[in-house]
């Protein structure tokens, strides 16, 4: 299984823009980035999915480079509601068994 | 927008009761999973299943925890004797068919308690 690495945490203010930096050296060829969000109590809720190069969606952007062994999420202008856990994934894996794994993910805190 | 449900909400128990958690997955899905989150840790997989038939499971998922989709819309997960380390939150995750995405639509949880 790839594994990912994710600092732990980190601290913006509102209307800054927020990069976090995934590590997954071992990702597969086959496999697939995906990035969550994640609220206290409730479900993690998916925010963009990427395989190469960048991708950019109505909340996020996604880079990756050629490598593909490392990913980063970018949020544009954040706002304190952007304050919440984010998971970097990378699967699924097994082919068809779809383990999907969350790393320890990065605690964001956005300040006003 | 369709979304995953889950029953009960919360639920709480004493140690060595069954408990049953059911998920009701968007109904395209075909790939359905199980997930906990104990206070204030990462989010664990537990299973996933496809095609009526568990495919991974995790060291978590030992003997005393099953999966069933019994007819064509619940998932559900039971845990046989429950034990205080099983107090948690529990979510189900569903997507759609296709090797290659990672994207899960997850529930809401459901919070176990176990006294």
């Known amino acids: 299984l790839a594994k990912t690495t994710q600092p732990i945490s980190m601290d913006s203010y509102e209307g800054q823009e927020v990069n976090i930096t995934c590590s997954h050296n071992?990702?597969?060829?086959?496999?697939?980035i995906t990035w969550y969000q994640q609220f206290p109590s409730q479900g993690p809720r998916f925010i963009i999915q990427?395989?190469?190069t960048k991708v950019t969606n109505e909340v996020a952007s996604l880079f990756i480079p050629a490598d593909r062994k490392s990913s980063t999420l970018s949020l544009p202008r954040v706002s304190l509601s952007d304050t919440a856990v984010y998971y970097c994934?990378?699967?699924?894996?097994?082919?068809?068994?779809?383990?999907?794994?969350f790393g320890g993910g990065t605690r964001l805190m956005v300040k006003p | 927008e369709p979304e995953v449900t889950q029953t009960p909400s919360h639920q709480v128990t004493q140690m060595g009761q069954e408990v049953i958690l059911r998920c009701v997955p968007i109904?395209?899905?075909?790939?359905f999973y199980w997930y906990r989150q104990i206070l204030g840790q990462k989010v664990e997989f537990l299973v996933s299943f496809y095609n009526n038939e568990i495919s991974e499971k995790s060291e978590i998922f030992d003997d005393q925890f099953s999966v069933e989709r019994p007819d064509g819309s619940n998932f559900t997960l039971k845990i046989r004797s429950t034990k205080l380390e099983d107090s948690a939150m529990y979510f189900c995750?569903?997507?759609?068919?296709?090797?290659?995405?990672?994207?899960?639509?997850f529930g809401e949880g459901s919070r176990l308690t176990v006294l």
């Open positions: 071992n990702i597969a060829t086959n496999d697939y």
């Open positions: 990427g395989y190469k």
């Open positions: 109904s395209n899905h075909l790939y």
């Open positions: 994934l990378v699967g699924p894996s097994r082919g068809a068994g779809n383990m999907l794994t």
């Open positions: 995750a569903s997507r759609v068919a296709g090797a290659n995405t990672g994207e899960l639509f």
